[in-house]
């Protein structure tokens, strides 16, 4: 039971990954239908990340419900958000329903993140929420293609539909393959706020932050550098995104696995020192269509090579507030993601060019890094 429930989450997240990484592939298609400009379409990110911000912390308020219903609503509302976001008529009602389609994400991952560690024996934590989480490196790898696929050949709205249709999936996953636990009683809404007096998950959380910003400073506005400077044509934008789903898998799992063999804080650190160049060279070299490709697996990796020690990591860290811990990593990752795509967007908007996003990550790379490498040396004796 224990792997179909993890393939369940794998459902859920899945969903997520097309709902929040495809639109780096249709930019430039929604800009078209809708008649707006590239640093406008990259409002719809920054209205998913929002979302995703505003309801992260909403579950700690039904604490207790068991953790299957919750999954089972959160499951239920991604669904509906993005089949409102299928068939919006414009702008405005396109940014509303990517805001209400990003609520349920960070109480999915969050919930899913405490249900996939009781699912497995204690030395395979870390990797069971790289498993989780595989389902959204799974759309980078294979569902964001094909979304850019559908939205290059029909139209944009079908990515969205794919995310509804996997949403549905979860919901039948969650409700048959994962176990009912009967909820805490009498857990106070204060104790879920406890942990937070510590400076543990603060540094997560802002290693989080400047981490996941750095990447997605370039990774919003991907899709246009690659047919803009790059030179690579429209309909070979899907094989870009399956590198990049590639990259998002390799970095993924072998991070989940390094994190369950050594420290995590120090693999999420190495990794962090690994964007600054990487960046460096996007901004370069993106002209030169192969090294672009290498340079988009690298990020990729990084991006999720980063960010799946660090969610193993704030379950460690907020014991008595688990379901607000990996509530507010979500928060982090998406208020860095619409923080990120808004500054990239005014560097292009600037007249800085498509590929200037980049070097404004640089700087938070670095801080991420040595924030990281505080952890690992302040928190030595606890093995993080």
Request: charged residues 10%.
């Amino acid at each position: 039971m224990g792997s179909l429930g993890l393939l369940a989450l794998a459902c859920g997240t899945f969903a997520l990954g097309v709902a929040e990484f495809s639109m780096m592939g249709i930019l430039t298609d929604i800009a078209g239908e809708l008649k707006i400009s590239i640093p406008e379409a990259g409002e719809f990110i920054s209205a998913y990340a929002i979302g995703v911000s505003a309801g992260a912390p909403l579950p700690v308020f039904f604490r207790n419900f068991s953790y299957k219903t919750l999954l089972l609503g959160l499951a239920s509302a991604i669904a509906l958000g993005n089949l409102l976001a299928a068939i919006s008529p414009g702008y405005h009602t396109l940014v509303c329903s990517r805001f209400l389609a990003g609520l349920p994400h960070g109480g999915f991952f969050g919930v899913g993140a405490i249900v996939a560690v009781s699912l497995v024996a204690p030395g395979a934590r870390a990797t069971a929420i790289a498993v989780m989480a595989l389902g959204m490196t799974f759309a980078n790898l294979a569902g964001v293609p094909v979304a850019t696929l559908l939205s290059y050949t029909w139209s944009w709205r079908y990515t969205f539909l794919l995310a509804a249709g996997a949403g549905l999936l979860a919901i039948l996953g969650v409700w048959r393959f994962i176990p009912y636990r009967a909820p805490e009683q009498g857990k106070s809404l204060k104790r879920e706020f406890m942990f937070l007096k510590w400076p543990a998950p603060w540094l997560i959380y802002a290693a989080v932050f400047l981490g996941q910003g750095s990447v997605y400073c370039w990774y919003s506005y991907m899709e246009p550098i690659m047919r803009d400077v790059a030179r690579i044509a429209p309909h070979h934008i899907k094989w870009v995104m399956i590198v990049a789903g590639a990259g998002m898998v390799f970095g993924g799992i072998v991070c989940g696995r390094l994190a369950d063999k050594f420290r995590a804080s120090l693999i999420s650190a190495w990794v962090a020192t690994l964007i600054a160049p990487t960046l460096i060279c996007v901004y370069f070299f993106s002209s030169i269509p192969w090294l672009a490709l290498i340079l988009t697996f690298i990020g990729a990796a990084a991006l999720f090579g980063l960010g799946g020690p660090l969610q193993y990591l704030i379950v460690r860290f907020s014991r008595g507030g688990e379901i607000l811990g990996g509530a507010g990593i979500q928060i982090a990752f998406n208020v860095s993601n619409a923080f990120a795509a808004w500054i990239g967007g005014l560097a292009i908007s600037g007249g800085l060019g498509l590929t200037s996003p980049a070097l404004f990550g640089i700087p938070m790379a670095m801080a991420c890094a040595a924030i990281l490498f505080l952890f690992a040396h302040k928190y030595k004796k606890h093995g993080a």
